[in-house]
């Protein structure tokens, strides 16, 4: 098994990051396929904590090949800061490609982000900020700057002009600043330049990869109930998550995925607005919470807080063909006063096993429970499976049945040593 994509299958910040970290170990490549600097990746390794945004996870190893593919929305400048925090703690030997055809983040799509979340009001989505819907939507109507763009003056030029025309009139419309030409046009050439040795067709680079039979993993942002087409919309983000956005967002063809390990949390968060029909509030809010240290890496909103979903994960299990589990987090439920797994969920008088497509539908959900016995042992030092308390083991084997799905790692610890791997 050679290709394997790590996809969130809750609402992100699942723990991607640290087992991208720990499964990169074993790898030659890591990619990141869609999504931009809205992810927030944490991954802790050697007593040190690194935050990374749109940098894949294998970028510690010097001899990892990190790929940023054509299906990111790139903002180069941030990546440049991205690259000079890992320089000043230390990383300064890695192995970065960029995609020429991966789209550019502009500044105007940064304000755009901003003045439609104003002017959805208190129907806001709650977006990170980061320029991502926007910069999709250009892409999509074909007014987008793509980083390879940015190596030809002249092509660039003739690129920022026709989008600057669009955006400009819509920016005015909207009662913002305008962008003029020459500025930034010069600010992104020479960004252009900055990134240039990384610039690449990472497409030739990755089936070229394949072709060697080199371990590929595939870096998920988000989560697939984030996901434009599957997720709760319009309370996602603009590209998919799931590993169907493998193909298109690498350029290798989908028969050479070989499997897709679903990074789940041992409860369930959410960041920004929309339905979480086992979101709870007061005291086991706050317990799980702050032992999660459960607050954005990328914007440091509290996050939302929920028993486990089994609803919401069998559905992203079978959107992204889940083979296996890791279950993330999981020291964070010892000492819990009260457990509970969502089995079902009630809509209108009916017990339904799917996600309904409206979030208005979503939000009349209400959950059906399966209480769980808890435990109070720490267990963020235990190695094994069979370490475990019974009735933190009984929570586990309760997943896999529930989602009839294997769990192939358990994560006790943001550490990169704080993993079991089950089999
Ligand atoms: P990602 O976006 O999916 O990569 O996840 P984030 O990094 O945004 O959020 C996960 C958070 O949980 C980070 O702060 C991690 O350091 C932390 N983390 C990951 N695995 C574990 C674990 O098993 N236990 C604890 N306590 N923290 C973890
Ligand atoms: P990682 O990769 C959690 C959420 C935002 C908002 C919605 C749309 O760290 O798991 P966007 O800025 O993408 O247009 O925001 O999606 N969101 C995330 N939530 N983890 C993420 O990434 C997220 N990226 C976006 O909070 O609700
Ligand atoms: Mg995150």
Not at 91 to 97: A, K
Not at 373 to 379: A, K, L
Not at 383 to 392: Q, S, V
Request: hydrophobic residues 35%; proline residues 4%; glycine residues 10%.
């Amino acid at each position: 098994m050679s290709r394997l994509v790590v996809v969130g299958v809750q609402w992100g910040d699942e723990g991607k990051g640290k087992m991208t970290d720990y499964l990169a170990q074993n790898s030659d490549v890591v990619v990141r396929y869609q999504g931009g600097n809205n992810a927030g990746h944490t991954i802790t390794f050697k007593g040190q904590k690194y935050a990374l945004q749109s940098i894949p996870s294998g970028i510690f190893n010097p001899t990892i090949k990190n790929v940023m593919a054509n299906g990111m929305v790139i903002n180069p400048k941030a990546v440049l800061e991205e690259l000079r925090r890992l320089n000043d703690m230390g990383i300064t030997d890695y192995r970065l490609f960029i995609s020429d055809r991966a789209s550019v983040v502009m500044p105007y799509h940064l304000a755009l982000d901003g003045a439609y979340e104003g002017i959805k009001g208190s129907n806001m989505i709650g977006t990170t900020k980061k320029g991502i819907g926007p910069a999709y939507a250009d892409k999509y109507n074909r007014i987008g700057i793509r980083i390879g763009d940015l190596l030809d003056r002249d092509y660039f030029a003739l690129r920022l002009r026709e989008a600057l025309t669009v955006k400009n009139m819509e920016l005015r419309m909207l009662g913002l600043d305008t962008f003029d030409f020459e500025p930034l046009f010069e600010e992104f050439i020479g960004y252009g330049q900055s990134l240039s040795s990384y610039i690449c067709d990472t497409s030739v680079l990755l089936n070229d990869e394949v072709k060697n039979d080199s371990k590929i993993l595939f870096e998920g942002a988000q989560g697939v109930m984030l996901c434009v087409e599957h997720g709760t919309y319009p309370f996602v983000t603009s590209s998919s998550p799931a590993s169907v956005g493998v193909p298109i967002g690498t350029g290798i063809p989908p028969k050479y995925i070989d499997r897709a390990l679903g990074i789940c949390k041992a409860y369930n968060t959410r960041v920004g607005a929309g339905a979480f029909p086992t979101e709870l509030d007061g005291d086991l809010a706050d317990y799980i919470r702050n032992r999660g240290r459960e607050f954005g890496t990328v914007t440091g909103r509290p996050r939302r807080v929920g028993f486990l979903d089994t609803v919401a994960l069998r559905y992203a299990c079978h959107i992204s063909g889940i083979d296996s589990l890791a279950i993330m987090l999981f020291d964070v439920l010892s000492g819990v006063g009260e457990l509970k797994i969502c089995t079902h969920y009630e809509l209108d008088g009916k017990r339904i096993d799917f996600v309904p497509s409206t979030v208005n539908a979503y939000s009349r959900c209400k959950p059906i429970y399966t209480d769980m016995p808890v435990w109070t042992e720490d267990i963020s030092s235990c190695r094994t499976f069979d370490e475990l308390p019974a009735n933190a083991k009984a929570y586990l084997k309760k997943i896999e049945e529930l989602t009839a799905t294997p769990i192939d790692y358990v994560s006790v610890g943001p550490d990169r040593v704080q993993t079991i791997a089950v089999k």
